[in-house]
């Protein structure tokens, strides 16, 4: 099932997980991107932002991608058919280099929390895909985080940064 989880404090240190201070973003709508790219950097984050064509090549031209595997953060942004493409375009893109990676999916409105609550069909296709990703190519899967459709961008990347800096590595 799915739970809310109450969004901790953004500002506390976590030194075992402060590996996702740098990667890449993607996001299908530009405006979008912009946003979340402004308020990550803000926090803190000082990765780069792609459009998924380029995904393959800044994944190659990363500094030290022989390290650790890179996180890209996969922003679903588009509330149409093109938001279910996302999560495995994304995959196809990773997977045509040799760099190992760490997908991070978020979605806005793909579960239900609240009963009054709609849910987007297109970003739950976008969930599910994810999900896909998730069992299929599990060393290349980081999480997926669904954030409240309700919010502007800028005000849910407090929620996603605190997730993203205490979500446990392996």
């Given at each position: 099932a799915w739970v809310?989880?109450?969004m901790g404090d953004a500002n506390r240190a976590s030194p075992a997980n402060a590996q996702m201070g740098t990667g890449l973003l993607v996001c299908d709508q530009q405006d979008a991107r912009d946003a979340v790219l402004t308020s990550l950097r803000a926090a803190?984050?000082?990765g780069e932002g792609s459009t998924l064509v380029g995904l393959s090549a800044a994944l190659q031209s990363t500094p030290n991608r022989t390290a650790a595997a890179i996180d890209?953060?996969?922003v679903v942004a588009s509330d149409d058919v093109n938001a279910a493409r996302?999560?495995?375009d994304a995959l196809q893109a990773a997977l045509a280099t040799s760099v190992a990676v760490r997908l991070?999916?978020?979605t806005r409105g793909a579960q239900q929390l609240e009963a009054q609550r709609?849910?987007?069909p297109w970003q739950a296709a976008a969930w599910g895909a994810a999900r896909v990703v998730a069992e299929e190519h599990a060393a290349s899967f980081g999480g997926l985080i669904d954030l409240d459709p309700d919010l502007e961008w800028a005000a849910s990347v407090a929620a996603l940064w605190d997730?993203?800096?205490n979500a446990p590595r392996g």
């Open positions: 809310a989880l109450p803190g984050w000082k890209v953060l996969v996302l999560p495995l991070w999916f978020v709609r849910v987007s997730h993203l800096r």
